[in-house]
T-cell receptor, first 115, second 114 residues
Framework: AQKVTQAQTEISVVEKEDVTLDCVYETRDTTYYLFWYKQPPSGELVFLIRRNSFDEQNEISGRYSWNFQKSTSSFNFTITASQVVDSAVYFCALSEANTGNQFYFGTGTSLTVIP | KAGVTQTPRYLIKTRGQQVTLSCSPISGHRSVSWYQQTPGQGLQFLFEYFSETQRNKGNFPGRFSGRQFSNSRSEMNVSTLELGDSALYLC?????????????FGPGTRLTVT
């Protein structure tokens, strides 16, 4: 079974629109971490954020914000006022205390921001 | 600090050959993980090394192996290459070996098997 589901395969938005990327995870561990990564066309995965299972506070970093809800097992990512440079594939990932340093990645959401 | 480096960046091999990929982690990072990325399967975990010991292994055949050296540099080897091994191989390093550490990825090695 997929531990991390990113149901949105591709999203296109017009520049300056807000966009939310969904991430739903599945784990039996009570202690785990969630991550978001960005993969631009160059191919290198860029770390964006880490959130542990005990911290449900939302986080904002510039135009980026993250909404973590344990009740729905979701860790959604919102980009406000999108820009062309935001065009990339975004991955959500899970690591669990019981499986060590192994990351489980979702299948990614390809975001295209149209100028 | 320099990021994670991987060599070579591109590789073309023939079915049945073997290949060795190299990864140099960020200075001070002791954990190195390898992932295979393909359009069909996405990002899949291969294995993780910490202090020269393999601590975790994904669901890949024994043709895939790796090692880590005392300077934390890591190599991954694939023997008897198959067409399905064509993929982007990503190396990631982290400061510690626990599940709480974020991983920093290299640019990857694009392997094409013909």
């Amino acid at each position: 079974a997929q531990k991390v589901t990113q149901a949105q395969t591709e999203i296109s938005v017009v520049e300056k629109e807000d966009v939310t990327l969904d991430c739903v995870y599945e784990t039996r561990d009570t202690t785990y971490y969630l991550f978001w990564y960005k993969q631009p066309p160059s191919g290198e995965l860029v770390f964006l954020i880490r959130r542990n299972s005990f911290d449900e506070q939302n986080e904002i970093s510039g135009r980026y914000s993250w909404n973590f809800q344990k009740s729905t097992s979701s860790f959604n990512f919102t980009i406000t006022a999108s820009q062309v440079v935001d065009s990339a594939v975004y991955f959500c990932a899970l690591s669990e205390a019981n499986t060590g340093n192994q990351f489980y990645f979702g299948t990614g959401t390809s975001l295209t921001v149209i100028p | 600090k320099a990021g994670v480096t991987q060599t070579p960046r591109y590789l073309i091999k023939t079915r049945g050959q073997q290949v060795t990929l190299s990864c140099s982690p960020i200075s001070g990072h002791r954990s190195v993980s390898w992932y295979q990325q393909t359009p069909g399967q996405g990002l899949q975990f291969l294995f993780e090394y910490f202090s020269e010991t393999q601590r975790n292994k994904g669901n890949f055949p024994g043709r895939f192996s790796g090692r880590q050296f005392s300077n934390s540099r890591s190599e991954m080897n694939v023997s008897t290459l198959e067409l399905g091994d064509s993929a982007l191989y990503l190396c990631a390093s982290s400061l510690g070996g626990g599940f709480s550490y974020e991983q920093y990825f290299g640019p990857g090695t694009r392997l094409t098997v013909t």
